[in-house]
C-alpha cells in the first residue's frame, strides 16, 4: 500500500518540478526587465510609454491580459498539486470494480479512490439509460467488496458516489 501511495507521488513530481522552473523562470526574466528598466529608464526597447502613447485602452487590456494569465497558471498549479483531490487512484480497484460490474449497462466511467488508510472512495458516472438498481444492487452484492479485496484492504469502509449524466 505504501509503496502504490509513493508511487502516486513520483508520477506528479515531474509535473511540479516544471510548474517550478516555469515560475523562477518567469521571476527571474521579471526580475531582469526591472532591473534594466531602472538602470536605463531612456531605453527605447524597455520604453513602454511610447509604445502606449495615444491607445488609452493599451494597459488597461494588458493589465485584463496578466490577470487571465495569471488565474490560469494558478489553476494549473493547484490541479498539479492535486488541490481538492483526496487519496491515490488505485488501478486494481478500478480494474476489479469494472469486472464486477461487467454486463451493466449504462456506465459511463469508474474511479477508486484510497484516502489514507481510512476509506475508499468509488465514484461512477452513468448514463441516463443507465439500470441504477443493477448498479446499487451490485455494488452492495459484491462490488465493493471485490474492490476492497484487490486492493489488500477487506475491512476499509468505503463510500460510493453515483453521478447520472444529463441528455
Do not use: F, Q
Not at 502516486?8 to 527571474?28: D, E, F, T, Y
Not at 452492495?140 to 444529463?166: C, E
Request: proline letters at 5%; a positive charge.
Amino acid at each position: 500500500m505504501r509503496s502504490h501511495l509513493r508511487a502516486h507521488l513520483r508520477s506528479h513530481l515531474g509535473n511540479r518540478v516544471g510548474i517550478g522552473l516555469v515560475g523562477l523562470a518567469l521571476v527571474g526574466g521579471g526580475g531582469y526587465v526591472m532591473s534594466v528598466r531602472l538602470d536605463r529608464p531612456h531605453d527605447p526597447v524597455m520604453d513602454l510609454a511610447s509604445l502606449t502613447a495615444g491607445r488609452p485602452w493599451a494597459w488597461p487590456l494588458a493589465a485584463g491580459v496578466a490577470l487571465l494569465l495569471a488565474l490560469a497558471a494558478t489553476r494549473w498549479l493547484l490541479s498539479a498539486l492535486g488541490w481538492r483531490r483526496c487519496g491515490s487512484r488505485t488501478a486494481s480497484g478500478i480494474a476489479m470494480l469494472g469486472v464486477a460490474l461487467r454486463g451493466v449497462d449504462g456506465i459511463a466511467g469508474i474511479k477508486v479512490r484510497i484516502v489514507g488508510e481510512r476509506r475508499m472512495r468509488v465514484s461512477l458516472s452513468l448514463r441516463p439509460e443507465a439500470d441504477l438498481p443493477e448498479v446499487v444492487a451490485r455494488l452492495d452484492r459484491s462490488a465493493i467488496s471485490r474492490a476492497r479485496g484487490a486492493v489488500g484492504l477487506p475491512d476499509l469502509p468505503a463510500v460510493a458516489r453515483l453521478h447520472v449524466r444529463r441528455r
